[in-house]
């Protein structure tokens, strides 16, 4: 599904990642965890498409095509899910008509006629009943004055309608409270543990793995995987630290 190979990345001239290899395979969740610093969002935002970060070697193929001929909106549209550490507020715009119009504009660019309201209405309510949540907390502004709680469990609700073919999730975990963190690791098991999708997991500590076993666990460092394992990796890397297990 996703098979990155070689890659060397820049951001202000500065290598951040530096020959990074990795292939997760169709129907597995892989996490990648490491030290501050190690180049885990940066690799997040160059698959997303950002624009500072520049591409200097290496390939990304996903779902067999070149990641990098496509631009950012098209590997959305191609299934891509993006989820980042920081959410962006959007005052003035409610996140129904956020979601409603992110999952038309991708419907359109696959020559899909748009959801009617009462059609999108319907799938959001499905999507936040799914997932324990209150569909009313969507009519406010995008993430505005929201907790980071609500933040992640409304950006589960759009995990859920956007319904991608791999989610690339950076540190969904930060700041959660139990409750939280357990509503965000079944919104991912409920919605990407599934034959036909892939899951990128990027997490600093081991507490969602609780929650969301992984197929298999990597250790990010100064821009390289220098270590795969199993589950168990998450748990050795919470007991001994980064310096030890990265040695
Ligand atoms: P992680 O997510 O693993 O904590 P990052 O990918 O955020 O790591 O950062 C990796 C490195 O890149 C850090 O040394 C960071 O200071 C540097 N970096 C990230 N963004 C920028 C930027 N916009 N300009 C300069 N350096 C950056
Ligand atoms: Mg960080
Ligand atoms: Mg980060």
Known sequence: MLKIENLHATVAGKPILNGLTLTIPTGEIHAIMGPNGAGKSTLAYVLGGRPGYEVTEGSVTFDGQDLFALEPHERAAAGMFLGFQYPVEIPGVSYLQFLREALNSQR????????TGGEFIRLSKDKAALLGMDAEMLKRPVNVG???????????????????????????????????????GHGINSIMRDPK???LLITHYQRLLDYVTPD??????????VRSGGPELAHELEREGYAEAAA
């Open 108 to 115: 359109r660019s696959k020559g899909e006629k748009d959801l």
């Open 146 to 184: 929201f907790s980071g709680g609500e933040k992640k469990r409304a950006e589960m609700v759009q995990l859920g309608i956007m319904d991608p073919k791999v989610a690339i999730l950076d540190e969904t975990d930060s700041g959660l409270d139990i409750d939280a963190l357990k509503a965000v």
């Open 197 to 199: 999708k892939s899951v």
């Open 216 to 225: 298999r666990v990597h250790v990010l460092s100064r821009g390289q995987i």
